[in-house]
C-alpha cells in the first residue's frame, strides 16, 4: 500500500499511477490502478478483450473457473483467458469450497499464461453459497486463510483475494482480510456490500476505508482494491480519496460503458460512432455459427445495459422493442442505420 500519503491528497492523479504486486516468484504491474472486474456471464475473453483494446485499463481478471472434484488442468484455462496478447495483465479467478486441488490449479495457471491468481470469496449466488464456496467462505476465516496459502504454495505468481464485507454484517471484516494476508495474499479485493445486498443496495465504501486502514496497521505490503459502486466517472477518483484502497475495480458501470476508465482518467466521454463501433464488434464476436441462441442472449445483455455515448438517449422505446426481438439481426440493423444522428 502507499504509505505516508494522506487520502486527501488521493484520487484523480493516483488512478493514474502505476501499481505492483509481487508473488514468491514473480510481480505483476498495472499500468494504471483502474481494473475490470470478472463478472460471471459477462467478462469472457471475447468481451475483455474489447474492453482492454479500448486501453485505460490497468488489468482485469477472468470469470470464475470452479474447482470441484479434481485440480483443473492447463488447456480450460488457457481458453479461459483467451488467445495470448500485449497489454495489461490478465489474472485468472477460481472458486472453490476447501484448499484441495488448489495448489495444482494454481500451478496450471501459470503454465496456462495467468498474469496472477485470484480467489473468489464473494460470490452471493443461492447455489455457490450453499455448496460452502465463494461468499459462504467469510464465516470460516481459517478456510480462506487455507485456500490462500495453498494457491502460493502452488505458483510463484502474486495471489489475490476477492472478499466482500460479510455474510448478514461485517463483524467479521478484519479476520477475513488477517486470513488473507496470513495465507500469503498479495492484492485484496473488497466488494463494499454484504452477501445478503442485492446490486441496488448502496455500496458502503466506509467498509473500504476499514480495510485500508487495518492492512496499513497489519500489511503494509498487501494491496487493496477497492470495489463496489462506481458507477460514474466521477466515482472512481473519489473512491480513492474517501477510502484510501490503492486501486479502483469497475463491474457493471463498464458494462454500461466500457470508456468509464478513459473517463476517470480525465478523458473525453464516448463518442456514438465510439459506441456503435464497439456494439458492432461485440456482435460480430458473439454471434458466431453454432450458437446463435447463447449469442443473442448476450447481446441482448450489452444491450440492456447500454448507456455509452448516449446511443438510446431519446430512443428508449427502440430499446424496448430491440430487447424482444427473437434475433440480433434487427440490432445490428437499428446500429448501422442513418436513425441513430450522426452515424450513416
Request: proline residues 6%; aromatic residues 6%; glycine residues 12%.
Amino acid at each position: 500500500m502507499m504509505g505516508g500519503m494522506s487520502i486527501a491528497s488521493r484520487g484523480a492523479d493516483l488512478l493514474t499511477a502505476p501499481l505492483e504486486i509481487r508473488g514468491r516468484e514473480r510481480s505483476v504491474r498495472f499500468p494504471v490502478a483502474a481494473l475490470l472486474a470478472p463478472m460471471d456471464g459477462v467478462t469472457d475473453a471475447k468481451f475483455r478483450g474489447l474492453v482492454l483494446d479500448l486501453g485505460h485499463v490497468g488489468g482485469a481478471v477472468t470469470e470464475f473457473v470452479r474447482i470441484t472434484t479434481g485440480p483443473i488442468g492447463t488447456f480450460p484455462l488457457r481458453r479461459e483467458l483467451g488467445e495470448p496478447r500485449e497489454g495489461p495483465p490478465v489474472g485468472l479467478q477460481v472458486m472453490t469450497p476447501g484448499p484441495e486441488f488448489v495448489a495444482e490449479t494454481a500451478s496450471a495457471a501459470e503454465t496456462a499464461g495467468a498474469a496472477w491468481v485470484d480467489i473468489n470469496f464473494g460470490c452471493p449466488v443461492k447455489r455457490v453459497f450453499d455448496k460452502c464456496a465463494g461468499s459462504a467462505l467469510l464465516a470460516e476465516p481459517r478456510k480462506v486463510e487455507a485456500i490462500v496459502a495453498a494457491a502460493v504454495a502452488g505458483t510463484g505468481l502474486p495471489v489475490s483475494a476477492k472478499v466482500r464485507a460479510g455474510i448478514d454484517d461485517a463483524s467479521r471484516l478484519e479476520e477475513v482480510l488477517d486470513a488473507a494476508v496470513s495465507g500469503g495474499a498479495a492484492m485484496i479485493t473488497l466488494h463494499a456490500r454484504l452477501r445478503r445486498d442485492s446490486y441496488a443496495t448502496a455500496a458502503r465504501w466506509e467498509w473500504i476505508a476499514r480495510a485500508a486502514a487495518y492492512l496499513r496497521g497489519r500489511a503494509p505490503g498487501v494491496a487493496l482494491v477497492g470495489n463496489g459502486g462506481v458507477d460514474r466517472a466521477a466515482d472512481g477518483p473519489r473512491m480513492l480519496r474517501e477510502t484510501g484502497c490503492d486501486a479502483v475495480m469497475v463491474g457493471r458501470a463498464a458494462l454500461a460503458d466500457p470508456w468509464i476508465f478513459r473517463e476517470m482518467q480525465g478523458g473525453p466521454a464516448a463518442s456514438l460512432e465510439e459506441s456503435v463501433e464497439f456494439a458492432l464488434r461485440w456482435l460480430d464476436a458473439v454471434l458466431v455459427p453454432g450458437s446463435e441462441r447463447r449469442g443473442v442472449g448476450r447481446a441482448k445483455m450489452l444491450l440492456r445495459a447500454w448507456r455509452a455515448g448516449g446511443m438510446f438517449e431519446g430512443r428508449e422505446e427502440d430499446r424496448r422493442r430491440l430487447m424482444v426481438s427473437p434475433g440480433a439481426g434487427e440490432f445490428r440493423d437499428w446500429l448501422r442505420s442513418a436513425a441513430i444522428v450522426g452515424v450513416a
